[in-house]
């Protein structure tokens, strides 16, 4: 296929697409899947060989967030029947987290439910950073809090984090349709601010909320623009209780083209496989590797995620390997453009000079509906489910990890 010979040949260059070719590789049928898969896994194994990332969620503050983000089971007037839950201690935080660095998690990521930190907040995180880096002084710290204020971003960058995480969910053009308490530009802003402390930027997406292909391409394209480092593709879960309960638009197949797609658009980028997965992907996970050189670990902020184990044995048996500590994410040349700006900003000389910055929200589409308890019986019911049924028989709200008594993955 002519286009995937383009696609390729640009990916291993380390070139972008054009629109019109994005939006092609949304448009390829079912019988062309696995060219799609081929082609952009040569790119995936150019820029990041056999190598997975393994990233870990600690949900610091879970619940009652006053923002109304339609996709989210923590937003205002959710009825979801998550837990809810106020700051964790840092000390329960970082046991927390040596949970997933045992399992090999190399970046914990540190999520707070709500509009954006206060100063004291800020505090709260320094203090749990501070813990988690007392026992692994290695570990990549990611932090994520919404909206930034002015001189937050360089606070936590002064404390030790790595990276600030804040998506950007969907086009400009239709973000109004899934929030009406903030803005696009609003989002923006909180990645500019924390590219311009020098944090590194990780911004990404959520697929399924009724898109279309063209608003997909659009928040990819923008995701580039901003120099985000790493790119989550969250895949919506419609979470009962939220307005968005009814929206079940993906297919394994639809999900494995939009990860070929911002494969192709960020072809030396972190393209790490959020939220979803499990739900979306099924059995075809192993095929999201082939795209994807990140994923997270265990359980997600309100949904119980593939069991760790399992997610470790499936990185083996599709023969990749886990990422080790000591290696670099990303490419020389985009790790040397990180560095640069990290030590611009720390002389006070770092005003984003590209305008990029990352993040992803609080919220990031992990979102679950109550799960069945009988396997077996739920087992069958998938056999029968219809298309565009919602299927609440596949998915599980988190009741166990971080906040609970209950071990992550017990």
């Not at 453009?337 to 984003?352: I, M």
């Amino acid at each position: 296929m002519d286009l995937l010979d383009t696609l390729t040949a640009k990916g291993l260059r380390g070139e972008v697409p054009t629109r019109e070719e994005a939006l092609a590789v949304l448009a390829t049928t079912d019988d062309e899947l696995l060219d799609v898969v081929a082609a952009a896994g040569k790119v995936r194994r150019r820029w990041f060989g056999r190598r997975v990332k393994l990233n870990y969620l600690v949900n610091l503050k879970s619940g009652l967030c006053p923002e109304d983000c339609n996709y989210c089971s923590q937003r205002l007037g959710s009825k979801a029947e998550i837990l809810k839950y106020t700051w964790l201690k840092p000390d329960q935080a970082a046991e927390a987290a040596r949970a997933g660095v045992a399992g090999g998690a190399k970046r914990v990521c540190l999520v707070a439910s709500g509009r954006g930190p206060t100063d004291r907040d800020i505090d709260r995180v320094t203090d749990t950073m501070a813990a988690i880096q007392e026992a692994d002084p290695e570990v990549e710290i990611c932090v994520c809090l919404g909206l930034l204020s002015d001189n937050q971003a360089e606070r936590l960058k002064a404390a030790g984090a790595d990276a600030y995480n804040h998506n950007l969910n969907t086009s400009e053009k239709t973000y109004g349709d899934i929030t009406t308490t903030h803005t696009y530009a609003d989002r923006v802003d909180t990645v500019k601010k924390a590219h311009g402390a020098g944090l590194s930027a990780c911004s990404g997406l959520i697929a399924g909320m009724g898109e279309s292909d063209e608003d997909l391409v659009d928040v990819v394209f923008a995701l580039r623009e901003l120099g985000s480092d790493s790119v989550p593709v969250n895949f919506l879960i419609p979470f009962e209780g939220t307005p968005l309960a009814k929206e079940w638009n993906l297919t394994p197949q639809r999900c494995l083209r939009i990860l070929a797609m911002v494969r192709f658009v960020n072809p030396d980028t972190e393209v790490r496989i959020a939220g979803g997965r499990e739900v979306h992907l099924r059995s075809m996970q192993p095929l999201g590797l082939h795209l994807a050189n990140s994923i997270f670990l265990g359980d997600y902020l309100t949904s119980e995620g593939q069991a760790g184990q399992t997610d470790l044995d499936m990185i083996k048996d599709a023969g990749f390997e886990v990422e080790g500590a000591g290696e670099a994410t990303l490419p020389r040349h985009r790790a040397d453009v990180a560095a640069a700006s990290s030590a611009a900003s720390a002389c006070g000389t770092a005003a984003s000079a590209c305008g990029s910055g990352g993040g992803c929200g609080p919220c990031g589409g992990h979102a679950h509906a109550p799960a069945s308890e009988d396997t077996a019986a739920s087992a069958a019911e998938d056999a029968d489910a219809s298309d565009g049924e919602l299927r609440s028989d596949l998915v599980k709200v988190r009741l166990r990890g971080a906040g609970t008594e209950l071990a992550p993955n017990a």
